[in-house]
């Protein structure tokens, strides 16, 4: 198994700039998976993100609600 980056966070949503803060992690790691997690509320809300290369836009995988 790879290694990780992972962000724990007790905000309302996982938006746009937890997601842009993760894939600023993840260039200045050099690794290319992290996992935002948010325990905000009762239930753990998660996104992986996958930093791809040049070609490809990065990749956002969500629990399923």
Do not use: C
Not at 34 to 44: H, P, S, T
Not at 53 to 61: C, E, R, T, V
């Amino acid at each position: 198994m790879g290694r990780r980056v992972v962000d724990a966070k007790v905000i309302d949503a996982i938006t746009d700039h937890e997601r842009g803060q993760m894939l600023n992690y993840l260039r200045i790691t050099g690794l290319r998976v992290g996992v935002i997690l948010n325990f905000k509320r009762a239930r753990l809300k998660w996104e992986r993100i996958v930093l791809s290369d040049h070609a490809h836009p990065p990749i956002s995988l969500r629990d399923p609600d």
